[in-house]
């Protein structure tokens, strides 16, 4: 099941979030969840040859690398 979190953004953003998912008949949160699969896909791209996964005690911590 989802989990519900609450984010606070500035009047301007939330105005024009608002105004694309009027035009493109979705819902708020439909578009905000698009927006961040998208934007973690391309952190994935970016970043993640920099990045490791180790696991401390039941935690996963992402490390970065400083592989250039």
């Known amino acids: ?3 519900k979190v609450l984010v606070a953004l500035p009047p301007g953003l939330l ?3 608002d105004f694309v998912a009027q ?3 979705r819902t708020r ?3 905000i969840r698009e927006a ?3 934007y973690i896909e391309n952190f994935k791209r970016t970043q ?3 990045m490791s996964v180790s ?3 039941n935690q ?3 490390l970065l690398t400083d592989n250039e």
């Open 48 to 50: 993640s040859p920099q």
């Open 60 to 62: 996963k911590v992402a």
């Open 23 to 25: 035009v493109e008949h």
């Open 15 to 17: 105005e024009q979030i």
């Open 55 to 57: 696991t401390v005690g």
């Open 1 to 3: 099941m989802p989990k």
């Open 29 to 31: 949160s439909d578009l």
């Open 36 to 38: 961040l699969r998208r």
